[in-house]
């Protein structure tokens, strides 16, 4: 039998010619330049993403509005937010004008009135009728009658307030009240049947003792034009 020594350097001498005719059948290498793509990165066209694998999300079209990226449609929703803010500001404006009208100071009651002519609603109407009626003095009354004068359609109950205040006790207030009313004519319609109902009213007026004579010279003034105008 052959000995152990010998054995070992015959496998030896086997794994050698192995090993030389495994590195004979490789190609030899080139180095990779810069230019080369990574080791791990795919060749040739990208495969389709498998169905139901997560796409990159796409950017929605935006608009700038105040310094800022809005998603489109935002502006809608930003612009009525604006407008509950205007009306909620507004309606806390027109409850402290009708608050004001109560300050122990007449200035304030008379910028009260003259501001609340931006509000002309049923409860603006019925805040100057009280007013007229029972403030003490006749700035804050003038101012109440200049509001009335922006209502487009006046009522019943303003007519008579107005040709009340054409007898009013200050002769300043009776001035204010005959340029309203001729502002309330200048825009009634020829037809209007008011119009004969405003002339007797005005026609009773003028026997009275409280009306000035100033204010008696204007209302002439005032029935000549709309005369005039009429025929």
């Known amino acids: 039998m052959p000995s152990a020594a010998r054995l070992l350097a015959l496998l030896t001498f086997v794994a050698l010619a192995v090993l030389a005719v495994f590195l004979a059948g490789r190609p030899p290498s080139s180095p990779r330049t810069a230019s080369d793509p990574a080791p791990d990165s795919p060749k040739g066209p990208v495969a389709a993403r498998p169905e139901g694998q997560a796409t990159p999300l796409q950017s929605s079209p935006v608009s700038t509005l105040g310094g800022g990226n809005i998603p489109e449609g935002g502006e809608d929703l930003l612009g009525a937010q604006r407008l509950d803010l205007e009306e909620a500001r507004n309606a806390r404006e027109f409850q402290s004008l009708l608050a004001q009208l109560h300050d122990p100071a007449p200035e304030k009651r008379?910028?009260?009135?003259?501001?609340?002519?931006?509000?002309?609603?049923p409860s603006t109407e019925t805040a100057l009728l009280r007013v007229l009626q029972t403030d003490p003095q006749p700035n804050v009354r003038q101012a109440s009658l200049r509001s009335l004068a922006a209502f487009e359609s006046p009522s019943d109950a303003i007519w008579r307030s107005l040709l009340a205040s054409l007898t009013d006790p200050s002769s300043d207030v009776q001035s204010v009240a005959v340029e309203v009313l001729r502002a309330f004519l200048n825009s009634m319609e020829g037809t209007d049947p008011r119009m004969a109902w405003?002339?007797?009213?005005?026609?009773?007026?003028?026997?009275?003792?409280?009306?000035?004579?100033?204010?008696l010279g204007t209302l002439q003034t005032v029935f000549h034009g709309e005369e005039a105008s009429g025929q």
């Open 110 to 121: 008379s910028t009260a009135a003259e501001l609340l002519a931006a509000y002309p609603n």
């Open 198 to 215: 405003v002339r007797r009213e005005v026609q009773s007026l003028k026997a009275s003792p409280r009306i000035a004579e100033s204010t």
